[in-house]
């Protein structure tokens, strides 16, 4: 449960109905009740494509959103399958919330049985959850046609189902599904379920956008009309199929709603919910409504990430707030102007989300951008006019022939150094030279292959030959590497290269174009990318696989010495 600090609301409060004073579950630092952030990963998030949780999932995931300090979690439909049942079972057990409720979700009982006799009514109750959202028909189509039921009939479900819930001591909300297209058809009975609802002692009913086909101005309108027309505490349910939900959710607060239901990362059915992420950051930076524990703001990227990680999801680079491309500046006309003040580009503080700002370098680079770049590696390269030239022109002469460093920020530094130092063949950062390499595939009758690599290189003044075999001609070239340096450089058995990454660059030659490689690697508590190009696939990785030693026993504190 979250609320305000500082100031109240802006749109109307309504509580008749309501809780007035703190449910006896509720946290006992919990923050007011003023303004609910809802969140409904487990449930509506978990019905993306793709997304498929198990219990222990979710109870990771429900601990970092209470971390996070949303209001309440709705943690999936108990009695439907057994796999929601066990959570709430688990998290009652496992989990201490601190912050949060734990959400129930449901329905509202079956035309012609009584609630009291319903038996997924009754596993709402039996889930222990102190909180229960029950979704309801409020769309007169959806009624007949799906429920094969009478509008009045329909409404006593509601209203009996409400009054059973709470005379079992749990807080109940209504989700009113297809509202949005409901009130277009007939509005005058979509606002008699918001007042059925309401007035059976529903603490919030929540106008749902189930189709995702509002645009904010629509929303807005409905908002305010339904708040004036019924008197109910309102919340917003918003799916993304316009690409407007987080707007269309910020215009529901506009217009007098005071509960949002949101998911981690905007996962969701069909293209997803309202990002629980930019709707909380909106809120507090852009509306100064603070409705997170004091600090929790400051976690938005970390939790973001972490939820990422669990789904097994790759962040989003360019999800608004905590994308790794949020704050992230490459054109040099933006440098210049960062380089005086970084407010002149951005719309906030990124570590006010805990995120932070990033110089990309690349073709587009000017003086600014690679002076900011340096600092950003904590090299202060102010003054040195004929460095910074050099380092411009050698980055804009390599991104020529493909090279790209804004995707490849480890290669970047070590340019950046053999220029500190004087230039490539003058680099005080090299831990081998090499002689030469040589990679050989087999191709047997039986129809298997055989890889295998050989390098020649200097490590300290000893030259070395290694050989290696692996499942394919770059592997057989890293596991060569690693035979011939990790006596020498034993810091090197702790990097594991995590992604490799093969383009073919635009070119006449067909299968001579160019080749650019990308490879990610990782030392167990950090990871970089490097590049290489050449005309061949080999080659190019092994430039790339060069530039991810060397960095990484940079990293490690490693001596250098050919």
Known sequence: MTGTRGSEPSGPLILTGALTTMPKDVPSDAPSDCFHVFDTTLRDGAQREGINLSVADK????????????????????????RDTEFFQRAAAEIDFRHAQLVAFGATRRAGVAAADDPQVAALVESGAPVVTLVAKSHDRHVELALRTTLEENLAMVRETVAHLRACGRRVFVDCEHFFDGYRADPEYAEQVVRTAHDAGADVVVLCDTNGGMLPAGVHDVVRAVLAGTGARLGIHAQDDTGCAVANTLAAV??????????????????????????????????????????????????????????NLTPSTHQPYVGTSAFAHKAGLHASAIKVDPDLYQHIDPELVGNSMRMLVSDMAGRASVELKGRELGYDLTGDRALVGRIVKRVKEQELRGYTYEAADASFELLLRDEVHGGPERSADRFFRLESWRAIVEDRPDGSHANEATVRLRAKGERVVATGEGN???NALDRALRVGLERIYPGLARLELVDYKVRILEGTHGTDSTTRVLISTSDGTAEWSTVGVADNVIA??????????????LRAGATPGE
């Open 59 to 82: 109870l990771t995931i429900a601990r970092h959103l209470d971390e996070f300090g949303v209001g309440f979690i709705e943690g999936g439909w108990p009695g439907a399958n057994p």
């Open 472 to 474: 394919g001609p770059v």
């Open 540 to 553: 190019a990785s092994w430039q790339a696989l060069e530039d991810a030693y060397t960095y990484g026993l």
């Open 254 to 311: 506009d217009a007098g709603a005071t509960h949002v239901q949101c998911t981690a990362n905007g996962y969701g059915e069909r293209v997803g919910n309202a990002n629980l992420f930019p709707v909380v950051a909106a809120l507090e930076l852009k509306h100064d409504r603070r409705v997170l524990p004091a600090g929790s703001l400051a976690e938005t990227t970390r939790i973001s990430h972490a939820i990422a990680e669990v789904v």
